[in-house]
Nanobody
Framework: QVQLVESGGGLVHPGGSLRLSCAASGFTISSYDMSWYRQAPGKERVLVVG???????NYVDSVKGRFTITRDNAKDTVYLQMNSLKPEVTAVYYC????????????????WGQGTQVTVSS
């Protein structure tokens, strides 16, 4: 069955680090665009960073230089290394995989994980 499972979240003090993992099952991530989103209480879900299947990245300005997305295609796993954490990044973090339908104009489909909580607090 197709699944994305996030892990690695938890409670960390300001300035600390966490590494989130997103493990895929039932499909191979090498041909998918992979992204991390976050959603804080009362807020909309927003993109944190994306990583295309060919290696391109886009980070939200607020995390540039502190967050890094990587993938290990051999393990079908995507990571989000988060350093110098601030309370403002507290949210549920979600992993998304986006694939494309061959021969269909702008045709795509998505898989989402269930999320993992990241809390930055003193």
């Amino acid at each position: 069955q197709v699944q994305l499972v996030e892990s690695g979240g938890g409670l960390v003090h300001p300035g600390g680090s966490l590494r989130l993992s997103c493990a895929a099952s039932g499909f191979t991530i090498s041909s998918y665009d992979m992204s991390w989103y976050r959603q804080a209480p009362g807020k909309e879900r927003v993109l944190v960073v994306g990583l295309t299947s060919v290696g391109g990245t886009n980070y939200v300005d607020s995390v540039k230089g502190r967050f890094t997305i990587t993938r290990d295609n051999a393990k079908d796993t995507v990571y989000l290394q988060m350093n110098s954490l601030k309370p403002e990044v507290t949210a549920v973090y979600y992993c998304k995989a986006r694939g494309y339908q061959v021969g269909v104009y702008r045709g795509s489909y998505e898989y989402w994980g269930q999320g993992t909580q990241v809390t930055v607090s003193s």
